[in-house]
């Protein structure tokens, strides 16, 4: 007898799956950032200084806001900048844009000037100290100390624009603009108060960027153009279709009824996968996608273990529902087991590994994550679901010899 409670929750929750996903997924899928072999741009390691000086934390950190500050300027979203041992920064930039520019923009010397209110220059990041740092003085406000080489000049300036404000120039573009409320003839200033511990640590950090006495180096460049990065884009996804399509297909023909419900448990896997890298903002490489497309292959795996472990039930003349129950139980061990070690080793590439290899290791770690959530656990639920709905008994609809099953 049909148990009609249980079908209908059974089909509520696969058009609950169907209509989220197709509702949904795309405007989910536009909002993951593509790296740069997907969507174009470039990638360049720069040398700090000529590799032979030495270089502190604080340096490398200015240095970092500087190209930043840059980037900003250029319009590009999501950058990616990495320091590296030897004072190497390694950038990617993806998106469109000149890339001879940037190229150039980004290496020149950072510009620091500070302005009298007519703007004339009165001083360079030649004239301070690449030691500015956040202070929050002795009322608590947030501000920025700053000492200069030539006490007696700032002290002249100070002196001369007292009651007037100085601007502070970075790139030909107003990061500050401070008051001289008395004349400082110590070399030693504080610009406050400042608005937050952020804006302060970030104007402290183009200061010292401004000052630094050393530029910086192109090592080595990447470029892909936006063409091939579309075409890549769209050729991955082309295979990724074909393979999921005969993924889907090979389910049905091979297991029939629980073989559709493993599809309809992929399509919730794939859509889960893109709402949490959309969510945490995680960017899609080409090795990424490709470990995506293999993650669904894994999901399916763990499906089919299950599944001939239901056969090997009804083989041995268990009813179907006991079948159903006792083939997931044994099948979620291995399942489990098999995971956990690919797992490990996707925990191991990203730990170890740089560039291309940890973006692969990101998609590999997702993938196993939510395959466990979905095509493991959803799978087995509606499956489990279904069969309890006592809809279908004959166990060829469950992939096995053609016999009707005990309801029991």
């Known amino acids: 007898m049909v148990k009609w409670g249980r079908l209908t929750t059974f089909l509520i929750i696969v058009v609950m799956i169907f209509g989220i996903v197709l509702s949904t997924s795309r405007a989910l899928y536009i909002k993951i950032p593509l790296g740069l072999d997907l969507q174009g741009g470039f990638s360049v390691l720069y040398q700090v200084g000529n590799g032979k000086q030495a270089l502190t934390a604080s340096d490398m950190s200015a240095t970092v806001a500087a190209l930043q500050s840059r980037i900003n300027t250029l319009g590009v979203s999501e950058p990616s900048i990495t320091v590296q041992n030897g004072?190497?920064?390694?950038?990617?930039?993806?998106?469109?844009?000149?890339?001879?520019?940037?190229?150039?923009?980004?290496?020149?010397q950072a510009n620091l000037e500070f302005k009298s209110p007519t703007g004339q220059v009165l001083m360079t990041g030649k004239d301070v100290n690449s030691n500015a740092h956040y202070s929050a003085g002795t009322t608590g406000q947030p501000g920025v100390d700053i000492t200069f080489k030539n006490p007696a000049l700032f002290g002249s300036i100070t002196t001369k624009y007292l009651g007037q404000r100085i601007s502070i120039w970075f790139d030909n573009k107003m990061i500050s603009d401070p008051q001289i409320k008395t004349p400082i003839t110590g070399g030693n200033a504080r610009i406050s108060p400042m608005s937050s511990y952020q804006s302060a640590n970030q104007?402290?950090?183009?200061?010292?960027?401004?000052a630094l006495p050393f530029p910086i180096h192109q090592l080595?460049?990447?470029?892909?153009?936006?063409?091939?990065?579309?075409?890549?884009?769209?050729?991955?996804?082309?295979?990724?279709?074909?393979?999921?399509?005969?993924?889907?297909?090979?389910?049905?023909?091979?297991?029939?009824?629980?073989?559709?419900?493993?599809?309809?448990?992929?399509?919730?896997?794939?859509?889960?996968?893109?709402?949490?890298?959309?969510?945490l903002q995680v960017t899609l490489t080409l090795t990424g996608l490709a470990a995506l497309v293999?993650?669904?292959?894994?999901?399916?795996?763990?499906?089919?273990?299950?599944?001939?472990r239901i056969k090997d039930e009804l083989r041995n003349?268990?009813?179907?529902?006991?079948?159903?129950?006792?083939?997931?139980?044994?099948?979620?061990?291995t399942i489990l087991d098999s995971n956990m070690t690919t797992l490990i080793a996707g925990i191991v590439m990203?730990?170890?590994?740089?560039?291309?290899?940890?973006?692969?290791?990101?998609?590999?770690?997702?993938?196993?994550?939510?395959?466990?959530?979905?095509?493991?656990f959803l799978s087995r639920t509606i499956?489990?679901?279904?069969?309890k709905a006592n809809v279908v008994r004959n166990t060829w609809y469950f992939g096995a010899k053609r016999k009707v099953a005990d309801a029991r």
Request: glycine share 10%; charged share 10%; net charge positive.
């Open 87 to 108: 004072g190497r920064i390694s950038i990617s930039l993806a998106g469109k844009f000149n890339q001879v520019t940037a190229r150039q923009f980004l290496s020149s």
């Open 220 to 279: 080595s460049s990447t470029s892909v153009g936006p063409t091939l990065g579309q075409a890549a884009l769209h050729a991955t996804l082309f295979a990724g279709e074909i393979a999921v399509a005969v993924i889907f297909i090979f389910m049905i023909v091979m297991y029939r009824l629980p073989g559709l419900i493993a599809d309809i448990a992929l399509l919730a896997y794939s859509y889960v996968l893109i709402a949490v890298f959309a969510g």
């Open 317 to 333: 003349g268990r009813s179907l529902q006991s079948s159903v129950i006792a083939g997931q139980r044994k099948a979620i061990r």
């Open 294 to 308: 293999l993650g669904i292959g894994m999901a399916v795996d763990a499906n089919i273990i299950t599944y001939e």
């Open 350 to 376: 990203y730990g170890y590994g740089t560039g291309d290899v940890r973006g692969f290791a990101v998609a590999l770690i997702a993938s196993i994550i939510v395959s466990l959530m979905t095509a493991v």
């Open 383 to 387: 499956l489990l679901l279904f069969t």
């Open 203 to 210: 104007l402290a950090q183009l200061i010292n960027a401004g």
